[in-house]
């Protein structure tokens, strides 16, 4: 019986095993999942943006879901390749939205694909989210159900400004792509090279389409510039061909610098190709940096591993920053959706004659709530931190690389509160932005140099840079144009002539030039000064040497040479200007009491001309005179001048003809001109003529350059070290001839002409009524105290009598008017006591001091007898010991 009885322990585990399973069913049906349509739009034959983007989706769902499986909602994706196509993209997420109702679309790949898809998903609010278009310009079309998963491309210009910046570059050069990725960053990029004093004087377009003869045609012209530093932005494909023609016409050598925006860092460097970085040895890039974590260490090893798989023809294909990206979406749109709980579409009714799809096309109903969960979703991503503050991913660290061998070598960071950092770890925490060189490691530069390219290089072509030289009849020492109808030759000569080329010898570089005369086909000026200097802007002209004055006008379409004369009231230092500020203010306080009363005596007599003001030279409707082709009539009509006073001379004889006729008889009353001029006029006429203090101020001459041209700093940094040498002097004695005996006209005339001279007899009376009192009292005092000088006795040496001298001096004079009042007031009151006799004061007390009157220090009168004690009252004094010494002395005289 017993052999037929089953085992009771298989049974167990069997009706064991039986209730787990229909337990496991039960929490199955329960926890059913929701399956929540979703579309992806990319080009799947892209490598970098496609199929690494796509294997990251997948893998971001997979490693989600693992961790969130009581998540009630699942992401079901239906993926469509774009084919690189515009109309594709377009076509796709139509597809997608109308025909799968998807509640959300990853992608497109491209800026321009992006476009037309947001688009579409606003008009179904259907969120857009793409990990790769970057284009500013889609921040445009303000849609709130666009989310741009990717760094805004112009949140790196600061960071290539700031290496602008560091390195000191005046200038660069966009070469970027002409498509709508390449034009979106270039206004934010000319707006912050600007900002670090940057300009840039020309951009590079290159055709998506363009042949390779097309880009080594634009690279040529660019050799042609003196700019050096370029900054390419552009994709993988156009910027591999533009690097490798670089090469091959010598623009990757020394003295060229090459910054990649973050876009072709990525493409270029995730998956070094040899034969790529061979081409772009030294060029710098940008790239958003990514943190190092556990995390993504694990997650790069099973992509690795996972991407072989399933794309057994691939080869070499390395994780990007656009992957990580992709991962990041991905999670986040997963973790939105669990928040919602409508899936549906609300059909558009449309009549039966509708032939377009756009008229089809649904809305979703949980498309705003949807909106709001994305926009509230943050976490801790494989690409850092991740969070959409007004749809777009905030802006992180760059990371700087250099291409070396056959990788980027990181070289520093650049953050926006802390700028450009070696580590981003440092424990010092910066109080500004810093833009210096030596925050970031060393670069090696094209060329395999380690020296920083200077950013600007003349042409190697062997262009000269036009010089546009002013033609004028007078005032030859400054310049002066002539010309030799025989030959058919111009020569170019004076002052500023010998100045500009003195310094441009000083350079440390060759500067090739020509003199090209400003004037017309007979030999005349062909317009003022101001006409002159504008034809730099208008880039007929590369710069303007000739007695050009620096005004603000001109100033604004040209730059300007520190200036190589003074301008006229010269203040060569800070230092200089705090002391001419206090001591104006000291004058002013000084002068206020005596100026009114000392002015009618000594000055009235000595004003010469007649006219010293403007005002009343205006009021009184004098002529005035002004150098033909100079900036001054508009500063005199400006003043209140009548355009019908204003005469023009051309040479210094004719301003002292105009002078000698004088305002009423067809001459002037005035001239107004810049001081070099005027010094040069008064070195042939001192005797007639003086100079007021200037009505207006100016900086000097100067040579003038394009706006932001490099050589502004050279050229000035040459004319400080001219003018500091004798070479200035030199030339401007051999023009102008040595120093005239003639007096400084500044000191001529000035309406208060009260100066230290002026009060020099007064000075020398007081000088030497001081001196004689001093000299009369020495005398005096040292016959006086001969006594201390005799040798009275042989041990006190002469040094110790000198001595015993000055401390009689330092003693006060007892003889003093003081003095002999409070003796003889002493003398009517009461009586000293002397010995024996009882103190009449209440609070006496006897004392004596070392040197009491007993002692020899009171025996100066030879028929004293005895010592005597004197008792004076201490509660009399505030100052115990100094009383009791006057109180001493007076007893001593009283004794004696």
Known sequence: MRKNLSNPVPSFFFFLSLKFFFIAMGVAQDTTSIPVNVGVVLDLDDVLYGNIGLSCINM??????????????????????????????????????????????????SSMQARFVIELGEKAQVPIISFSASCPSLTSIRSPYFFRATQNDSTQVNAIAALVQAFGWRAAVPIYVDNEYGEGIIPYLTDALQ???????????????????????????????????????????????????AKEIGMMSEGYVWIMTDGLTAD????????????????????????????????????????????????????NIYGLWAYDAATALAFAV??????????????????????????????????????????????????????????????????????????????????????????????????????????????DNIAAPKGWEIPSNGKKLKIGVPVKDGFSQFVSVTRDPSSNTTTVKGYSIDVFETVVGSLPYALPYEYIPFANPDGGTAGNYDSLVYQVYLQNYDA???????????????????????????VVSNLSRVVLIIWCFVVLILTQSYTASLTSLLTVQRLQPKVTDVNELIKKGEYVGYQEGSFVPGILLELGFDKSKLVMYNSAEECDELFSKGSGNGGIAAAFDEAPYMKLFLSK?????????????????????????????????????????????QIADAWFGKESSCPDSSTLISSNSLSLKSFGGLFLIAGIASLSALLIFTVKFVYQERRVLSPDDPRDSMWRRIQNLFIIFNERDLTAHTFKKNEVNDRSGINPPYAGEPSPLANSVHTEFPGDPSSSECDSTPNRQESQEFVIDIDQFNNPFEERRTAFDMACRLQN
């Open 60 to 109: 971001a769902l997979s490693d989600f879901y693992a961790s969130h499986s009581d998540y009630k909602t699942r992401l079901v994706l239906t993926t469509i390749d774009s084919k690189r196509d515009v109309v594709g993209a377009a076509a796709a997420a139509l597809d997608l939205i109308q025909n799968v109702e998807v509640q959300a679309i990853i992608g497109p790949t």
């Open 195 to 245: 900002a670090v004093d940057a300009r840039v004087p020309y951009q590079s377009v290159i055709s998506p389409s363009a042949t390779d003869d097309q880009i080594v045609k634009e690279l040529y012209k660019l050799m042609t510039m003196q700019t050096r530093v370029f900054i390419v932005h552009m994709n993988q494909y156009l910027g591999t061909r533009l690097f490798a023609k």
């Open 268 to 319: 270029l460097l995730s998956a070094p190709n040899p034969s790529v970085t061979d081409t772009m040895q030294g060029v710098l890039g940008i790239k958003p940096h990514v943190p190092s974590t556990k995390e993504l260490k694990d997650f790069r090893v099973r992509w690795k591993r996972k991407f072989q798989q399933d794309n057994p023809d691939i080869i070499d294909a390395e994780l």
């Open 338 to 447: 669990e928040k919602m709980e409508n899936f549906g579409f609300q059909k558009v009714n449309v009549s039966s004659n509708s032939s377009t799809d756009l008229a089809t096309l649904g809305v979703s109903l949980n498309g705003p709530n949807l909106l709001q969960a994305l926009s509230n979703t943050s976490f801790k991503g494989l690409s850092g931190d991740y969070l959409f503050v007004d749809g777009k991913l905030q802006a992180s660290a760059f990371r700087i690389v250099n291409v070396n061998g056959n990788g980027g070598r990181k070289v520093g960071f650049w953050t926006p509160t802390k700028g450009l950092v070696q580590t981003l770890n440092s424990t010092t925490t910066k109080s500004m932005n810093s833009s210096s060189v030596s925050s970031i490691s060393n670069v090696i530069w094209p060329g």
């Open 544 to 570: 303007v040497v000739g007695d050009t004055t620096i005004v603000f006008n001109r100033s604004l379409y040209v730059d300007f040479t520190l200036p190589y004369t003074e301008s006229g009231e010269r």
């Open 685 to 729: 006429y001192c005797s007639k003529y003086t100079m007021i203090d200037p009505t207006f101020k100016t900086a000097g001459f100067a040579f003038v350059f394009p706006k932001g041209s490099p050589l502004v700093p050279d050229v000035s940094r040459a004319i400080l070290n001219v003018t500091e040498e004798d070479k200035m002097k």
